[in-house]
């Protein structure tokens, strides 16, 4: 008795060590309350009512544990960095040793309104995606029942699982609620872009016209010009379109020569060779390197890619196809023609999207260094 009362005294001390500016969130034990700002609050999402304050503290522990990794070096905060938009700033995510995988480390924020996880789809529920780094010998290289069994052996973990489960022993599916509970709370949805929808802020005239070039499909012949961005990073989440595999797009990296497998490894559909998710576009300036493997370091790469360098292939996404600025053009190769200050004037908006309370919460933030 005498350990689990100083155990519950500790998680009690973690739960009260994590103010906010407006209250302090982990304080509180019992059902988690929900507070999602508009506008995502207009949007369409599945609220999980099961969660509890003290599952996203632990989850939030666990998402720092080193004790996930192999060689314990790592957590899955080593990719996912708070800072960063939860990403790495490196072009491959890198795992135990050093070890380079294939993929860039994605952004973790708005998880909730997603329903396919990682570039090529291979986890399609957030509570398969936690336990799948853990295991991949390229992240952080350890079997699950290693990790369960090291933290059974730990002082601190069978009894704060007690706490939030009832049960002292740890499983794998445990750690995976957990890790969830806490993914599912990190939400960013305070950018200036939230603030200009909520009437709180006033956008430049650069910002203005290049919300509207980012939302916009150009149609040259009623001399409507676009980016055309908006047809793939959607809505108020500006992310792919969460229904089944719509949201994964080939979008001209490469020719059929050189062509990744993307969402063809999961589906096994060959007319799916060269699609990945596409990420949301919130805090995009802060997490560079850009696509999926990491090949454009700027923003400014990443237009002159789409506006020039589009490479043909059996399944380039036809939004991409169909799109120029440029009348009687037959999109032969693809181009944008997009002007040198229309693209000043895109960058200006995605600059809007950068939500500063996001990487600064304190709630997301590791709780070890405190």
């Not at 916009?216 to 908006?230: D, F, L, S, W, Y």
């Not at 696509?291 to 789409?306: I, N, P, Q, S």
């Not at 693809?334 to 229309?342: C, G, I, M, S, W």
Request: glycine share 6%; net charge neutral; hydrophobic share 40%.
């Amino acid at each position: 008795m005498k350990i689990l009362f100083f155990s519950l005294l500790f998680f009690i001390c973690v739960l009260a060590c994590s103010p906010t500016d407006n209250e302090p969130l982990f304080a509180k034990i019992g059902k988690y309350e929900w507070k999602i700002p508009f506008p995502l609050s207009d949007t369409r999402v599945k609220i999980d009512s099961s969660l509890t304050y003290q599952g996203i503290e632990l989850g939030r522990m666990l998402f720092y544990e080193n004790k996930l990794s192999a060689d314990n070096s790592i957590s899955c905060g080593t990719c996912h960095q708070q800072s960063l938009a939860f990403t790495d700033g490196k072009a491959l995510a890198e795992g135990v040793g050093g070890k380079k995988g294939n993929l860039s480390s994605m952004s973790l924020a708005n998880l909730m309104w997603h329903n396919k996880f990682n570039w090529a789809a291979n986890a399609e529920s957030l509570e398969k995606q936690v336990l799948m780094p853990i295991q991949n010998p390229d992240e952080m290289n350890q079997t699950l029942e290693q990790t369960v069994a090291k933290l059974q052996a730990s002082n601190n973990y069978p009894p704060l699982f007690k706490i939030v489960f009832g049960t002292s022993t740890i499983q794998a599916d445990l750690i995976a609620k957990a890790l969830t509970q806490f993914l599912k709370t990190l939400i960013s949805g305070n950018s200036k872009y939230d603030q200009f929808l909520r009437k709180e802020y006033q956008a430049t005239e650069s910002e203005l016209r290049g919300m509207q070039l980012f939302l916009t499909h150009p149609v040259p012949e009623a001399k409507i010009r676009g980016g055309n961005c908006g047809d793939c990073h959607l809505n108020i989440t500006l992310a792919g379109d969460p229904f089944e595999f719509r949201g994964f797009h080939n979008n001209g990296l490469d020719d059929d020569t050189n062509l990744a497998l993307g969402l063809e490894k999961f589906t096994k559909n060959g007319f799916d060779k060269g699609k990945f998710k596409a990420p949301t576009l919130r805090n995009i300036v802060l997490t560079a390197p850009y696509m999926h493997d990491g090949r454009f370091k700027t923003l400014e790469d990443v237009l002159e890619h789409y506006d020039q360098h589009v490479k043909s292939s059996a399944s380039l996404d036809p939004l991409i196809m169909a799109a120029t600025n440029q009348a009687n053009y037959d999109n032969k190769p693809v181009k944008l023609f997009l002007t040198a200050q229309e693209k000043k004037d895109i960058i200006a908006f995605l600059q809007m999207l950068t939500d500063n309370e996001f990487i600064k919460n304190p709630n997301f933030s590791d709780p070890f260094k405190k």
